[in-house]
């Protein structure tokens, strides 16, 4: 075998080494006692110089263009020395399936979606007052999923006088920090990728031509409103991309990471691209569009989906090392097209909860995908017995669309500082699987009556 050659010395080097030479012969404890010093010192100057390259290496691997939110992709805290965390999930008071959730990390308000109708505003206002939340009035960041009413009417509400804006709507009502939404607003004719205002050109005529809801039109004056009172907004599709996703610190040990999807930045004719099998028939047009995210408390992971179906999560899987969740909002309401195996089987979720009205028949006529469905239910029992479910249609008469009452209510998930979880009801605490309405209407899973 060669040997190897050492690296050729600089004539700086050649030379420190000459007088060095010298002065050893003359005083060679001296020189010891120096070359002692010097080891050390490099030494210490060498790891710090390590530590900073380590980090500019991060930096620079997570850097996103200039026009994105600052980002960190380091947790850095104190095993069992975390910031809290809590997830509220607010019981609308409407007979309807919708989703809002607010959540206190650290230092931050964070609002997901805005409920399901637009008298959900002043719901939402009233829970986050009475209990003394978003104090001063700004939400750090909000985060719209995806554009149907479910999830958007309380973020633009209604008009109000008594309002300084003179809508209700949570756009209107706070002060937003960061404004996260998705891409695409059609639910028929296509889907879009620009970033619009309500005056532009380009929105104007498709409105002209009805290519425009007007659930995403009444989002859209409310987006501009929170953009032109200092709220910074970024499309999903911009932050993420497939390999390197958006996150930010929240806190000691917390952090807010923009899962990427196939659907951020492809239109729902590349269904097959994602895979060869996926038929576009069963491509649902915004729901699979939904933004996700996932919140990370120091080994904990709490994960919302929106309304993502069965090829958004199939998206979710593929593009993103998805951990074992503590949490989990159920997708789509727990209907039966959502939180399917490919997803609950890498994510094996702890808890779920569903943000629904159980049994009401606004969504489906079969009985048995009224949400929760009987077969997200049996999917759900593989993995936790933990389900839960904030509002109750009318137990007796599916057909009511009208009646309401809490079914757990509020449910508030709180992790603290050394990451413990309590779980509280504003109802009662009887899981899913307890209650009258499963028992009458649901077949037990086997998991769940062992």
Sequence with gaps: MAKKKSPRKSSVQRQVEKQAKKAAKKHPVAVLIIVLVVVLVLGVVGYFVYRQSVANA???????????????????????????????????????????????????DILIDGGAKQSVAKTVISYLDDHHLVSDGKLEYVIATHAHQDHLSGLYGVADKSEP???????????????????????????????????????????????????????????????????????????SSAGNNWKVSLGNGLEMEVLYQFFYDHTRDDVKT??????????????????????????????????????????????????????????????????????????DPDLIVCCACAGNTEYASNLSHTFPAQEAIDRFAKHTDRVYVTTLGNPDDPTDKTTHSPMNGNIVASYDKVGKESVTFSENDLKLKDTAWFKKNRTCPAAWAA
Excluded: M
Aim: net charge negative; with cysteine.
């Design 58 to 108: 991060e930096s620079s691997s997570s850097q996103k263009s200039s026009d994105s939110p600052e980002t960190s992709s380091v947790i850095s805290s104190t095993e069992g020395d975390y910031a809290p965390i809590s997830f509220h999930f607010i019981e609308q008071g409407v007979p309807n399936s919708g989703d809002v959730t607010y959540i206190q990390a650290g230092d931050n």
């Design 165 to 239: 804006s003179g809508k209700t709507g949570l756009l209107y009502h706070y002060k937003v920090g960061t404004l996260i939404d998705f891409s695409y607003y059609n639910t028929s004719t296509y889907c879009h990728l620009n970033d619009w205002t309500s005056a532009s050109e380009e929105f104007l005529a498709a409105r002209a031509n009805k290519n425009v809801t007007s659930v995403y039109e009444s989002y859209l004056k409310a987006r501009d409103y929170a953009i032109s009172n200092g709220a910074k907004h970024y499309l999903a599709k911009d932050l």
């Design 274 to 347: 994602l895979d060869s099998s996926y038929s576009l028939s069963n491509f649902s047009d915004q729901n699979d569009c939904s933004v996700s995210v996932l919140f990370t408390q120091g080994n904990r992971h709490f994960l919302f989906t929106g309304d993502s179906e069965e090829y958004a999560e199939a998206s979710l899987v593929k593009y993103n090392n998805l951990p074992h969740c503590d949490l989990f909002k159920a997708g789509h309401h727990g209907s039966y097209t959502a939180s399917s195996d490919a997803l609950l089987d890498v994510i």
